[in-house]
């Protein structure tokens, strides 16, 4: 029998599928393995029962991999099961920057209560007009499985779009599709676009990327997009960025107090895989990695 213990409620889809030779324990002591969501295992004592460790999202930056290593413990992710949740919540980033819709909503509540609200509308509207999408260039920067996801979304959409990876060439991201145009350099995305979306992991080559050098080699006005994580961007060079107005809009995933309710900041509480359908899809291909470790040694994806 495998002890397992989950250090995030996941899906249950995902624990259904455990078979009898497995047991849900409340603590990690003496478990074989650990499901993990966005808890903090850095901060964990890890028992030497310990055989796996399954993070459902594709991030692993909450896991001490040297640590795990050392001590011969795999650690599993789960690439691609959210893509499309974080694909689409990129959509609703760059339509949030484009268009003031959250403005015109806090604004309609607060004259909900006003006789002839239609008047109203007419006399207010003109404050809340935007700019469309269509056209726009985009710098989609990694192009793992959400970038790609992106990419090909915004082409339809009839962006412009610019894919930059340092760890694809420039055939490869060819390849992935004929549409998006590949970038040499990040310097030439930042040259170019009107929106930038990163989509990268955490590593101490991409932590604070978006600084003060970066922001300089930007357009005006430039829209950024942070689904990734929040230490790939420097908040203090980015609430600079945004009083000049060389950034003019920053959608962020990640409510860091010292950007949340700066103007332009539009902060969201990580809610880029927080769907059903991605939910169900990391909680299975986790599960799915665990057992076929525990039981036949294999390792799917590490
Ligand atoms: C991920 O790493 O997959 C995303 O940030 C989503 C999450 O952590 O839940």
Request: aromatic letters at 6%.
């Amino acid at each position: 029998m495998f002890k397992i213990n989950r250090l995030n409620p996941i899906a249950n889809v995902g624990l259904d599928m455990l078979t009898d030779n497995y047991e849900l324990v409340e603590s990690l002591k003496d478990a074989d393995a650990a499901i993990v969501r966005s808890a903090n295992v850095h901060e964990l004592e890890l028992p030497s029962s310990l055989k796996a460790i399954a993070r459902a999202g594709a991030g692993v930056n909450n896991i001490p991999l040297d640590k795990c290593a050392e001590k011969g413990i795999v650690v599993f992710n789960t690439p691609g099961a959210n893509a499309n949740g974080v694909k689409e919540i990129v959509l609703a980033g760059m339509i949030l920057a484009s268009r003031d819709l959250i403005g015109g909503v806090n604004w309609v509540n607060s004259v909900k209560e006003e006789p002839e609200v239609a008047k109203l509308v007419e006399k207010n509207k003109a404050k809340f007009v935007g700019t469309e999408i269509k056209g726009k260039k985009l710098g989609v920067i990694g192009l793992g499985a959400i970038g790609v996801l992106v990419a090909n979304m915004a082409i339809k959409l009839e962006m412009d779009v610019y894919g930059y990876d340092p760890f694809i060439s420039v055939g490869a991201a060819w390849k992935l599709s004929k549409y998006i145009k590949p970038s040499k350099s990040l310097e030439e995305i930042y040259r170019e676009c009107d929106f930038i979306t990163v989509h990268v992991p955490l590593t101490d080559s991409t932590k604070g990327m978006f600084n003060q050098e970066a922001f300089a080699l930007m357009k005006d006005g430039v829209k950024i997009l942070n689904f990734s994580r929040d230490t790939l961007v420097n908040d203090g060079d980015m609430i600079d960025a945004l009083k000049s107005g060389k950034v003019g809009k920053y959608v962020t995933d990640f409510p860091n107090p010292d950007v949340v309710g700066h103007e332009g900041v539009i902060a969201i509480p990580h809610l880029g895989a927080s769907t059903n359908e991605s939910e169900d899809n990391c909680a299975v291909m986790a599960v799915v990695q665990l057992m076929d470790y525990l039981e036949n040694g294999n390792i799917r994806n590490s």
